[in-house]
């Protein structure tokens, strides 16, 4: 699976942006999906995760009721909607895919994941 994240962009503090990721070839539909972040000099780190089934979502604590993950299996599409966007959360955004059976702890690991998109860039200015 090759996944395209876009919905990348520049935004005054505040303000909300939203990232969509979709693959190139196959479904979404039999993997949990996840976005990850690395703002320069950093380490990459889990922002939030979907399960296959949509049902259980996670996030970490800093993009928590901010950052609203879902997708739409129909449209082959999972998305990462982000609101009240600060400084701080500047950073290359990817999307990643793991198997099902993948359990719901392990979605925060980067290294759970087998597909990567190729990032987007988000900026938010203060």
Known sequence: VQLQASGGGLVQAGGSLRLSCAPSGGTLSRYNLGWFRQAPGKEREF???????????????????????????????????????????????YCAAATAVTAGSRLRVGSSYSYWGQGTQVTVSS
Not at 61 to 76: C, L
Not at 79 to 90: C, G, I, R
């Open 47 to 93: 922002a939030a995760a979907i399960s296959y089934s949509g049902m259980q979502t996670y996030y970490t604590d800093s993009v928590r009721g901010r950052f609203t993950i879902s997708r739409d299996n129909a449209k082959n599409t999972v998305y990462l909607q982000m609101n009240s966007l600060k400084p701080e959360d500047t950073a290359a955004y």
